[in-house]
């Protein structure tokens, strides 16, 4: 069985299921997550708000993140 990752609130009930293959830490209300082995970023409701296309992610800062396609990242 693969191990999967999700979300859980201070009490340790799932508040977003562990559906995803890596999720990192929430950062100005988007995580970025790996599914399917893509990266995008979700909201706090576990919605995708950038689908995920991308071979890496790093946290978004507000106005933008670091994504890689390839061997490139920008």
Do not use: C, M, N
């Not at 999967?4 to 999720?23: F, L, M, N």
């Not at 576990?46 to 933008?64: T, Y």
Request: net charge negative; no cysteine; aromatic share 18%.
């Amino acid at each position: 069985t693969v191990a999967k990752w999700g979300y859980i609130d201070h009490s340790g009930d799932y508040v977003i299921a562990p559906v995803y293959d890596t999720a990192e830490e929430f950062s100005h209300g988007w995580a970025a997550v790996e599914w399917h082995g893509r990266w995008g970023y979700i909201d706090r409701t576990g919605s995708f708000v950038i689908k995920p296309r991308f071979q890496g992610a790093r946290a978004f800062d507000g106005e933008w993140a670091e994504v890689r396609l390839g061997a490139r990242w920008g």
